[in-house]
């Protein structure tokens, strides 16, 4: 079938989104698979659409598009968008090719989870946030051929990023201002200067497994945004590093409840200025009969890791020699701490109610 062309603008008549994304919906139903959308800023274009024709995937030629051209796209959808484009290119791609022959808006590969997405010029803020994959799917790609705005790659859960830095000598940060923040998951390749990221990050040297799939990818994206002839510059490793959470034992410091008051809930907090802590419980918590709650230890199943001592408030849990555990009923407040904190439910909360009624 020929491919079909739909103008988003006739004898000054623009048509509205939902009529051009009806109208594609018609002629999916039609069994068409090629469009030609010369858009007039009307958005979601390519995104959820799906072919009709067994074996045969969508095609999506796209000038002038508005916001969210391929959201939420699926696997067998490849979109090619001449020009630049708004926010939100390829928001929650799903699997489809995506490639922008420009410049991107804020937000492009907004939480893609799966496909691909090329991009020949920038992106602009939080570019990349929110990227996620799940092992079931092809893992999400989002190339980027220059530079990112600020707040990119934010709560990035997984997938793979590549900013190139073409182009970008003079700037401090190819990936602009506090990028990063929240990532715990993925990998961002990146070419060029980088300051600014996140303390929860590390900027690494390539490994040879990094290398090569810089250099297969490199020759589709290229290839894509018809740029071939930058391989040589952008696949000098000498400019790269790739950035990585770091483990989570080396994110957080774990400290005890009740070192946590000491040292940042008052002192170094923010009514630290105002407030001293001698470090008693509130005299209205109840303790003895009155709690609502009582723990009550299981010996079989303590492996003695001392945490529950540690985090108890109020210094109720005591051991012994013989490593048997015990709560102080007159210091115990129920607040179940060490319930929550046991890694092997050694304590558990027995309802005082009664008592107290
Ligand atoms: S319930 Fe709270 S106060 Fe009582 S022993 Fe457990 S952690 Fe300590
Ligand atoms: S936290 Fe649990 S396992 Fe660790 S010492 Fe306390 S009761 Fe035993």
Redesign the pocket.
């Known amino acids: 079938m020929e491919k079909v062309v739909i103008n988003g603008i006739e004898n000054n008549d623009r048509m509205s989104t939902q009529a051009l994304l009806q109208l594609i919906e018609e002629k999916l139903e039609e069994g068409y698979t090629d469009f030609e959308i010369n858009a007039c800023g009307q958005h979601d274009i390519g995104g959820s659409a799906w072919s009709r024709t067994e074996g045969k995937e969508l095609n999506f030629y796209i000038t002038n598009p508005g916001q969210r051209v391929g959201a939420m796209a699926r696997k067998g959808t490849n979109i090619f968008v001449n020009g630049s484009t708004p926010a939100d290119v390829g928001w929650l791609n799903s699997g489809a090719n995506i490639v922008v022959k420009g410049d991107c808006g804020d937000t492009a590969g907004h939480c893609a989870a799966s496909g691909k997405i090329y991009v020949s010029g920038r992106v602009g803020t939080r570019s990349g946030a929110l990227m996620k994959h799940d092992p079931k799917f092809e893992t999400p790609q989002f190339w980027i051929l220059k530079n990112t705005g600020s707040f990119s790659f934010e709560f990035m859960g997984g997938g793979i990023a590549v900013v190139c830095g073409y182009d970008c000598a003079g700037l401090k940060s190819v990936l602009g201002k506090r990028s990063c923040v929240g990532m715990v998951g993925g990998i961002i390749y990146v070419r060029g200067n980088v300051a600014d990221i996140a303390k929860t990050v590390s900027l690494k040297e390539l490994d040879d497994e990094d290398k090569k799939f810089l250099k297969s990818g490199m020759k589709d994206f290229l290839t894509a945004i018809d740029k071939k002839g930058l391989a040589d510059t952008l696949l000098d490793f000498s400019e790269w590093h790739k950035i990585e959470p770091l483990p989570t034992e080396e994110k957080v410091k774990k400290v005890s409840v009740r070192e946590f008051r000491k040292t940042q809930w008052i002192e170094g907090g923010i009514f630290g200025d105002f407030i001293e802590d001698d470090m008693s419980i509130y005299p209205l918590a109840a303790t003895g009969k009155g709690r609502l709650r009582q723990p009550v230890?299981n010996k079989e199943?303590?492996?003695?890791?001392?945490?529950?001592?540690k985090n108890c408030p109020n210094s109720a849990?005591t051991?012994d020699d013989n490593k048997i555990?015990s709560s102080c009923d007159d210091k115990c407040i129920g607040c179940s701490i060490?319930e929550t904190?046991?890694?092997?439910a050694?304590?558990t909360m027995k309802n005082n109610q009664k008592e107290v009624d």
Do not use: Q, T
Request: glycine share 0%; with cysteine.
């Open positions: 230890w199943l303590c492996v003695d890791c001392e945490l529950c001592m849990i051991k555990y060490c904190v046991c890694p092997k050694a304590w």
